[in-house]
C-alpha cells in the first residue's frame, strides 16, 4: 500500500518533493557546515600543536655571545633552536628572524608543510613562506622573491639610530621551497605574512646580518618534560646566566593559549549559526512538511471506508516526506563537504595544519541521521496529528476584548486572525508566525548591538587600556641624566597634552608566572582599571588581566614577585591594563608605583614616555612640533612615535562579522514566518472573509484585515524581540570583553532601535500588500458555492 501510494504521489507531486528535498539539503548543508567548521576550528591549535615539535619556551637573554651549549646540556632539554635577531628587507612582506643553527625550524618548531618541502639547511638561497605571504604576493612553491641586506654599516648605526633608512646591501634572489605553518611560524591577522630563510643565510652573508659585538641570538626551548619542566629550567638557567633577569617566554601560555580563546570565540559563534539555521530550517521547512502530510491525509481518507487503517494512512503520508528527506540528507552532507574548503574561518584558519576540504565522519554521519530522523518525525507527527479530531482551540482574549468594545471590523478580525490559530481547514501557523517575528527583531538587535560594542571599542583605544597616542622609546638605557626629565617636561607643558608617564619597565616572576612590570607616578596618565583602584601606596600592585587569572588572585589578594635583586609581597588594589612592549601584551603584566620599581629592580628591560593627548586633538597634526620640542629641551633627536592598536582590535573585527550573518538568517525566518502566515490565512479564511463581504464588508476593509494582522505580529515581535535583542547583544559583548578582555562598556545601537520599529512595521506591511490585495479582489459568490 505505502509503495502503491508512494509511485502515485512521485507522479503526482514529484516537482514538491524535489523542492523539498533542494530544501532539505541547502538547510542541511548550512547547519551541519557550520558545526563541523566550530568543531574543526575549536582543535585546530591542539592539532597543529600536536604535529610541530613546539617550543615549550622562548629564552631571550638578548646578551652578545651567550652560550647556548650550556643550554643544550642542560638535563630539562630536548632541543634548542637559536635564531639571529636581525632583519633584512623582503619583496611583499617581511622577513622573520635568522636561524643561527640547523636544529631551529627541525627538532623545535617543525612546520607543517601546506605545500613543497621546508628549506635546505645548506643552502643559503631556499627559503620558505607562511600562508598570507603566498596570499599576499601571489607567489607559490617553486617562484623566487627578491631580498636586500643591511650594509655592515647600516646594521652597526641601527643600534644607536633604528631609523637608518631601506636597506642598501646586497640584492638576493631567494627560491620559495614551501608554504609552511606552526605556531612560531605563523601568521597574525595584521600582517602580511613572513618569509623565513635557511640557517645557511646566515653563514653566507655574516657581516650583513650581524655586528660581533651588538648582535646576539636568542633561542627557541623544547623541555623533555614539557611545562611542567618549566620551574626546573628557569633555575638552570639563572645558575647558568647568574642572574633571575633573563626574559623567558611560556609559548604554550604566551602564544597557543591566546590562539585557542580565540579559536573558541569563533568557533562558539559559528556554532550559534549553525543552530540559528537549524531553528530556521524547523520552522519554514517544518511548515511545508506539515502542509504536505496534512494534505496527503486528506486525500488518503477516502480510503479509509474500504479498510485503510490509521497506520497505514500515517505510513503513506510519510512516505514522500521520507524519500525527499533521504536526497536531502545526502546532498546536505555533500555540500557541507564542498562547504569545509572555506572552514574554519579567522584565526583558527591560520592556525589549521589542513586546510581544504575535510570530511568529519561524527558531524556528516550522526547529522545526515538526524537531518532524516527530523523530518520523518515530523511527517508522521503531522499526518497522525491530522488522523485525529483535532481540539477545538481557545480563542484570544485580546480579539475577543476588541469585538466587545466595538472597535472597527478590520481591527477586530485582523487581530483573531493574527492571535487565533483557527483549527480544520481554516487552521493557520500562527504560534510559528509570532514566534518567527520575535526571532528576527532579536536577532537584528543583538547584531547591531553587539556591532555597537565593536565599533565603540575600534573608536576608543582605551577599551584596550590605551591612553596614549605617542610614545618616546627611550631603550634600556638611560642616555643621560635629566634628559629624559628634561623631554617630559617640555611635553607636559604642551597645552595639546594631557598627560605623560615615565613607563620603565623589567620582568619580575610569580611562581611559574613571568609579570612584565611598570612604573607608574601620581601624576601620570590613569590607569585603565576593570576593577578595585589605581596603586597607590609602595606594597601595591595593579595586575592586568591575563597575570591575575594566570596567578589565580583578584583585588584585595596578596602576591610575592620576585624581581632583580629585590622582592616583596604586594597588594592587588586593581585589575587594569598595561602598556605592550616585546616582553607582554596590554593584559599581561602590572603597574607598581617608582619606589616599589626601584627597590625591585636593579636596570631595567626598556623604558618608554606615553604622551596622552587631549580631547580632539590630532596625534598627525602635533607629533612633529611635539617630537622638536621635547629634542629642544633634551639637546638630542627624541624620535615621537604614533601608538599602534592591539592587533586584538582586528581579531574582533574579524570575528564580528559572523553576528550579522546570524541576524540575517534569524531575519529571514521572521519575514519567512509572517509572510506565510499572511497568505496562509487568506487562503484557508476566504470562507469567513467572503460571508463579511457578502454582509456589506468593503474592499478596503478587507485590505485592513491583513494589513491589521500584519501590524500585529510586527508589534508582537517589537515587544518582546526588542528587549531580548538588546539582553543578548550585551551578554554576547560582555563575554568578548571578558574572553579578549577589554574594558566593557554597555553597547548602545542607537539607530538601530530608532529603525527597527519603522522597519519591522514597513516590511510587515509590505508582506501584506499581496495577501490583501487576493482578500479584496476575493470572488465572493464563487467562494461561498465552493464550501
Known amino acids: 500500500m505505502t509503495g502503491s501510494w508512494l509511485r502515485l504521489e512521485l507522479r503526482r507531486r514529484g516537482r514538491s518533493l524535489a523542492v523539498l528535498a533542494l530544501l532539505v539539503a541547502l538547510a542541511g548543508g548550512t547547519v551541519l557546515a557550520a558545526v563541523a567548521g566550530a568543531r574543526r576550528g575549536a582543535d585546530a591549535v591542539d592539532r597543529l600543536w600536536a604535529r610541530t615539535l613546539p617550543a615549550d619556551v622562548n629564552v631571550l637573554p638578548n646578551q652578545p655571545g651567550f652560550d647556548w651549549d650550556r643550554i643544550r646540556a642542560l638535563p630539562e632539554v630536548e632541543a634548542v633552536g637559536a635564531y639571529m635577531v636581525t632583519s633584512f628587507s623582503v619583496e611583499g612582506g617581511e622577513s622573520w628572524f635568522v636561524p643561527a643553527d640547523p636544529e631551529y625550524g627541525h627538532t623545535v618548531e617543525r612546520p607543517v608543510a601546506l605545500a613543497g618541502r621546508m628549506y635546505d639547511p645548506a643552502r643559503a638561497d631556499e627559503a620558505v613562506i607562511t600562508p598570507a605571504m603566498a596570499g599576499h604576493t601571489g607567489k607559490g612553491v617553486g617562484d623566487t622573491i627578491k631580498a636586500r641586506l643591511y650594509t655592515p654599516g647600516q646594521l652597526r648605526a641601527y643600534f644607536d639610530a633604528p631609523d637608518t633608512g631601506p636597506p642598501a646591501g646586497p640584492e638576493l634572489t631567494l627560491r620559495i621551497v614551501g608554504i609552511v605553518r606552526s605556531t612560531w611560524f605563523r601568521d597574525d591577522i595584521d600582517k602580511n605574512g613572513f618569509l623565513h630563510p635557511?640557517?645557511?643565510?646566515?653563514?653566507?652573508?655574516?657581516?650583513?646580518?650581524?655586528?660581533?659585538?651588538?648582535?646576539?641570538?636568542?633561542?627557541?626551548?623544547?623541555?623533555?618534560?614539557g611545562a611542567a619542566a618549566l620551574p626546573a629550567f628557569r633555575e638552570s638557567l639563572a645558575a647558568i646566566a647568574g642572574t633571575h633577569s633573563i626574559d623567558v617566554w611560556d609559548m604554550a601560555g604566551q602564544y597557543a593559549r591566546h590562539d585557542r580563546e580565540v579559536a573558541a570565540f569563533g568557533a562558539a559563534a559559528l556554532l550559534s549559526f549553525g543552530l540559528a539555521a537549524l531553528a530556521a530550517a524547523v520552522v519554514l521547512i517544518g511548515q511545508t512538511?506539515?502542509?504536505?502530510?496534512?494534505?496527503?491525509?486528506?486525500?488518503?481518507?477516502?480510503?479509509?471506508?474500504?479498510?485503510?487503517?490509521?497506520?497505514?494512512?500515517?505510513?503513506?503520508?510519510?512516505?514522500?516526506?521520507?524519500?525527499?528527506?533521504?536526497?536531502?540528507?545526502?546532498?546536505?552532507?555533500?555540500?557541507?563537504?564542498?562547504?569545509?574548503?572555506?572552514?574554519?574561518?579567522?584565526?583558527?584558519?591560520?592556525?589549521?595544519?589542513?586546510?581544504?576540504?575535510?570530511?568529519?565522519?561524527?558531524?556528516?554521519?550522526?547529522?545526515?541521521?538526524?537531518?532524516?530522523?527530523?523530518?520523518?518525525?515530523?511527517?508522521?507527527?503531522?499526518?497522525?496529528?491530522?488522523?485525529r479530531r483535532p481540539a477545538r482551540p481557545g480563542g484570544s482574549r485580546i480579539a475577543a476584548w476588541l469585538a466587545r468594545a466595538g472597535a472597527p471590523v478590520p481591527v477586530a478580525v485582523g487581530f483573531r486572525f493574527a492571535l487565533e490559530p483557527g483549527r480544520g481547514r481554516s487552521a493557520v501557523p500562527v504560534r510559528p508566525a509570532l514566534l518567527g517575528a520575535v526571532i528576527g527583531v532579536h536577532g537584528v538587535l543583538a547584531a547591531f548591538t553587539f556591532a555597537a560594542g565593536v565599533a565603540d571599542a575600534a573608536g576608543n583605544p582605551a577599551r584596550f587600556g590605551v591612553t596614549h597616542q605617542l610614545v618616546i622609546p627611550v631603550g634600556a638605557e638611560d642616555p643621560g641624566p635629566g634628559l629624559v626629565e628634561a623631554a617630559e617636561a617640555a611635553l607636559r607643558a604642551d597645552p595639546a597634552v594631557a598627560g605623560t608617564t615615565d613607563a620603565r619597565y623589567a620582568v619580575a616572576e610569580s611562581g611559574r608566572t613571568a609579570v612584565t612590570l611598570f612604573s607608574h607616578q601620581r601624576d601620570a596618565l590613569p590607569i585603565v582599571l576593570r576593577e578595585g583602584r589605581a596603586v597607590r601606596a609602595d606594597d601595591e600592585v595593579v595586575l592586568a588581566p591575563k597575570s591575575a587569572r594566570d596567578?589565580?588572585?583578584?583585588?584585595?589578594?596578596?602576591?610575592?614577585?620576585?624581581?632583580?635583586?629585590?622582592?616583596?609581597?604586594?597588594?592587588?588594589?586593581?585589575?587594569?591594563?598595561?602598556?605592550?612592549?616585546?616582553?607582554?601584551?596590554?593584559?599581561?603584566?602590572?603597574?607598581?608605583?617608582?619606589?616599589?620599581?626601584?627597590?625591585?629592580?636593579?636596570?631595567?628591560?626598556?623604558?618608554?614616555?606615553?604622551?596622552?593627548?587631549?580631547?580632539?586633538?590630532?596625534?598627525?597634526?602635533?607629533?612633529?612640533?611635539?617630537a622638536a620640542a621635547?629634542?629642544?629641551?633634551?639637546?638630542?633627536?627624541?624620535?615621537?612615535?604614533?601608538?599602534?592598536?592591539?592587533?586584538?582590535?582586528?581579531?574582533?573585527?574579524?570575528?564580528?562579522?559572523?553576528?550579522?550573518?546570524?541576524?540575517?538568517?534569524?531575519?529571514?525566518?521572521?519575514?519567512?514566518?509572517?509572510g506565510h502566515a499572511l497568505a496562509t490565512a487568506v487562503r484557508r479564511r476566504r470562507h469567513d472573509v467572503a460571508v463579511m463581504r457578502s454582509l456589506g464588508l468593503t474592499r478596503r476593509q478587507a485590505r485592513g484585515i491583513v494589513v491589521t494582522?500584519?501590524?500585529?505580529?510586527?508589534?508582537?515581535?517589537?515587544?518582546?524581540?526588542?528587549?531580548?535583542?538588546?539582553?543578548?547583544?550585551?551578554?554576547?559583548?560582555?563575554?568578548?570583553?571578558?574572553?579578549?578582555?577589554?574594558?566593557?562598556?554597555?553597547?548602545?545601537?542607537?539607530?538601530?532601535?530608532?529603525?527597527?520599529?519603522?522597519?519591522?512595521?514597513?516590511?510587515?506591511?509590505?508582506?501584506?500588500a499581496w495577501p490583501g490585495h487576493l482578500a479584496a479582489r476575493l470572488r465572493v459568490g464563487h467562494v461561498l458555492r465552493a464550501e
Not at 199 to 224: C, G, I, Q, T
Open 551 to 626: 596567578l589565580g588572585i583578584g583585588p584585595g589578594d596578596s602576591v610575592t614577585l620576585t624581581g632583580q635583586p629585590g622582592r616583596g609581597v604586594f597588594r592587588v588594589s586593581g585589575i587594569g591594563f598595561v602598556p605592550e612592549t616585546s616582553h607582554n601584551d596590554y593584559a599581561t603584566g602590572g603597574w607598581v608605583t617608582d619606589a616599589a620599581y626601584a627597590r625591585m629592580f636593579g636596570a631595567s628591560k626598556g623604558r618608554g614616555i606615553l604622551v596622552g593627548l587631549r580631547a580632539g586633538v590630532e596625534a598627525d597634526a602635533v607629533q612633529a612640533e611635539l
Open 198 to 225: 635557511s640557517p645557511a643565510l646566515l653563514a653566507a652573508h655574516r657581516d650583513n646580518l650581524v655586528v660581533e659585538d651588538r648582535s646576539y641570538a636568542n633561542a627557541l626551548v623544547r623541555l623533555k618534560g
Open 289 to 387: 512538511i506539515v502542509r504536505y502530510a496534512a494534505a496527503t491525509v486528506s486525500d488518503l481518507l477516502v480510503l479509509r471506508p474500504v479498510g485503510l487503517s490509521p497506520a497505514q494512512t500515517v505510513r503513506a503520508a510519510t512516505a514522500g516526506p521520507a524519500l525527499a528527506a533521504l536526497a536531502g540528507a545526502v546532498g546536505a552532507c555533500a555540500a557541507a563537504y564542498l562547504a569545509s574548503a572555506w572552514l574554519p574561518f579567522g584565526s583558527a584558519a591560520r592556525r589549521e595544519p589542513d586546510p581544504g576540504r575535510y570530511a568529519d565522519p561524527l558531524v556528516l554521519g550522526a547529522g545526515g541521521a538526524t537531518v532524516l530522523l527530523l523530518v520523518v518525525a515530523g511527517a508522521s507527527a503531522a499526518a497522525f496529528s491530522a488522523t
Open 630 to 674: 621635547a629634542s629642544a629641551a633634551a639637546g638630542l633627536a627624541v624620535p615621537l612615535m604614533a601608538q599602534d592598536p592591539p592587533f586584538q582590535l582586528a581579531e574582533l573585527r574579524e570575528n564580528g562579522v559572523l553576528p550579522f550573518y546570524l541576524a540575517a538568517f534569524l531575519a529571514l525566518l521572521g519575514v519567512s514566518a509572517v
Open 709 to 768: 494582522q500584519a501590524s500585529v505580529l510586527a508589534a508582537a515581535g517589537l515587544l518582546a524581540g526588542v528587549p531580548l535583542g538588546v539582553a543578548f547583544g550585551r551578554v554576547l559583548w560582555r563575554i568578548v570583553a571578558d574572553t579578549t578582555p577589554l574594558f566593557y562598556q554597555p553597547p548602545v545601537a542607537v539607530w538601530a532601535l530608532i529603525l527597527v520599529g519603522p522597519a519591522a512595521l514597513l516590511i510587515a506591511n509590505l508582506l501584506a
